[in-house]
């Protein structure tokens, strides 16, 4: 059984790969910080470690204390991240910056895993075309539209240029499943017999249900591929009429259809990019964000990584927002 450190072990994605670790018997090292809320990571076969991605003198004093304790971490996953945040620059120096961080600090300690996974995202590619509509494909060239996208691609670049550390990196699209709080409004205005569009009813989509990104992250693992990029869906695209034709059958609603036209949906990210300033709470929804909810084609063409890796993705989207509304039933989010 391996030993493996994640990152971002409080969030939604990293609370499922800390589960899943656990599930096939291997020591976790589940990495937060002081201020992370770790009511997901309460079983105490969790080994909790508090790292400052910002300082890596100290990232590289704690590896060389772990050092005489475990040796080495077999695998890292970093999937921490910021989606978030106040300031645009912060984009760069968490995603970015404390990538470099990370790994700068295992080659310094002489504690490199055999394998770091970087968990980026579909955001780094950017849209894409509009006018044929054909899936974003690995051949094509990155085109980031938002700082988010651009501080992932960053991360990335810095991965490919360094030779010290052998990585996979996988670029999820929408994840969704139990405990997202994004699709969760979606989801949730349907449940109150309300579909909202952005400028369009016909935006392509992709999806990846969080147990199949989980399991592929594990499995890739096991496999000699090394220093690649990869996207991940469930191989799938869709429509974002279908996403909520399918919503409104497993919710079993008959909804009113608003469509907002787009200079309306860039005003309000801006009023609420201002509120998030004045509240000093970061959100989701920014002028930023307002350029990637708006490009119409977020279709991806994953047929490398379902090569590559054997992925049969468990859930198709039926299945799995059929899932995820049993989860948000269950604990009364609907
Ligand atoms: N959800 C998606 O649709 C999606 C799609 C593609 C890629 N991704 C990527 O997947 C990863 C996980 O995303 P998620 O959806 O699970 O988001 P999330 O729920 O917001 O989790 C983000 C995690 O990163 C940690 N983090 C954020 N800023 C940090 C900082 N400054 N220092 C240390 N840790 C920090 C958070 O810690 P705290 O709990 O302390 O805040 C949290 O554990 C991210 O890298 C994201 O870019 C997500």
Not at 59 to 77: A, C, H, P, S, T
Not at 119 to 145: H, M, Q, R, V, W
Not at 189 to 216: A, R
């Amino acid at each position: 059984m391996a030993k493996i450190l994640i990152t971002g072990a409080s969030g939604f994605i990293g609370g499922f790969l800390v589960e899943h670790g656990l599930s096939e018997n291997h020591t976790i090292y589940a990495a937060v910080r002081a201020s992370s809320n770790t009511k997901n990571l309460s079983d105490p076969k969790i080994n909790i470690i508090h790292l400052n991605l910002a300082d890596k003198n100290s990232l590289v004093q704690k590896w060389l204390n772990l050092r005489k304790e475990i040796g080495k971490f077999d695998y890292v996953i970093h999937n921490a991240g910021a989606t978030k945040v106040l300031d645009k620059a912060d984009f760069e120096t968490i995603n970015t910056e404390y990538t470099k961080n990370l790994v700068e600090s295992f080659v310094t300690a002489g504690m490199i895993p055999d394998k770091f996974v970087y968990i980026s995202s579909l955001a780094a590619y950017g849209p894409g075309n509009e006018n044929t509509f054909d899936p974003i494909k690995i051949s094509d060239t990155p085109n980031p539209i938002t700082n988010y996208g651009k501080s992932k691609l960053k991360a990335e670049q810095f991965l490919f240029h360094q030779n010290k550390v052998p990585f996979l990196i996988f670029r999820p699209t929408g994840v969704y499943g139990p405990r997202d709080t994004g699709y969760y409004k979606f989801i949730k205005s349907i449940n109150n017999h309300i579909e909202i569009y952005l400028g369009s009813t016909h935006q392509k989509l992709s999806f990846i249900f969080v147990h199949d990104l989980v399991s592929l992250i594990f499995k890739s693992l096991q496999t000699n591929n090394i220093n690649k990029a990869y996207f991940v869906t469930d191989g799938k695209n869709y429509t974002s009429r279908q996403f909520a034709a399918i919503t409104k059958k497993i919710l079993n609603k008959k909804t009113v259809r608003i469509i907002f036209p787009l200079f309306f949906v860039k005003f309000a990210a801006y009023l609420s990019e201002c509120f998030a300033l004045l509240t000093k709470k970061p959100t989701l929804f920014t002028t930023d964000k307002y350029k990637e909810i708006t490009r119409q084609n977020w279709a991806c063409d994953a047929s490398e990584t379902i090569g590559d890796f054997n992925f049969r993705p468990r859930y198709n989207l039926q299945l799995g927002v059929k899932t995820t509304v049993e989860w948000y039933k269950k604990n009364r989010w609907l």
